[in-house]
């Protein structure tokens, strides 16, 4: 079965400051990765995908996640992190096929920044 | 583009009643998706709708239940609330293989 592991609830980091949030996951062949964010009363928002090809992907809001396969990581990062990114952030798995039913989410990172 | 609607923003109710939840894809997205995100448990797949039909369903009782309607947009149904059934209820839409776009949530008291 698939599953989704963000490790760290809760993460504070200062404005200005690099930001790396951590995505493990489960999956029996090649998998389809997402990182979604949350603002309060929001719904979940695309910031970047995988889908296959270069491991390093690019997203919006300055957000970039690297694939690794070997360590079944897909690790969101953002060298600079600005005020109005505290949110928070949804690593998620899915099959290559068969639809977004299949998509597990894991449980959240909440991140504060400080000023 | 409008994104994914969903109505209403906030309903309360009371434990037993019903309540009926609404949302409206993107255009051109024939799939929506319903998700239950209750404090501390994550997102949970609750259905699936595609062309009018139910394809999947999550793992909730049958008192949950949704429909689809001709032109796409979505009804979830909740019978015989409970407590624990407060929640943001999410839906999603997409369209052949684009990712999950999501709606605001409706965001389900039970009192």
């Known amino acids: 079965a698939q599953s989704v592991t963000q490790p760290d609830i809760h993460i504070t980091v200062s404005e200005g400051a690099s930001l790396e949030l951590r995505c493990n996951y489960s999956y029996g062949a090649t998998p389809y990765l997402f990182w979604y964010v949350q603002s309060p009363g929001q719904g979940l928002q695309l910031l970047l995908k995988y889908f296959s090809g270069d491991t390093l992907v690019q997203g919006i809001k300055g957000f970039e996640a690297e694939f690794k396969r070997s360590q079944s990581s897909f690790n969101l990062r953002k060298p600079s992190v600005h005020w109005s990114d505290a949110a928070e952030y949804f690593c998620a798995v899915g099959p290559n096929s068969g639809g977004y039913q299949k998509v597990t989410f894991g449980t959240g990172t909440k991140l504060q920044v400080i000023p | 583009e409008a994104g994914v609607t969903q109505s209403p923003t906030h309903l309360i109710k009371t434990r037993g009643q019903q309540a009926t939840l609404r949302c409206s894809p993107i255009s051109g997205h024939t799939s929506v998706y319903w998700y239950q995100q209750a404090l501390g448990l994550g997102l949970q797949f609750l259905l699936w709708?595609?062309?009018?039909?139910?394809?999947n369903r999550g793992n909730f009782p049958p008192r949950f239940s949704g429909r689809q309607f001709p032109n796409y947009s979505s009804e979830l149904n909740v019978n015989a609330l409970e407590l624990e059934d407060s929640a943001l209820y999410l839906c999603?839409?997409?369209?052949?293989?684009?990712?999950?776009?999501f709606g605001n949530g409706t965001r389900l008291t039970v009192t």
């Open positions: 999603a839409s997409s369209q052949y293989n684009s990712p999950l776009h």
């Open positions: 709708y595609d062309e009018g039909e139910e394809r």
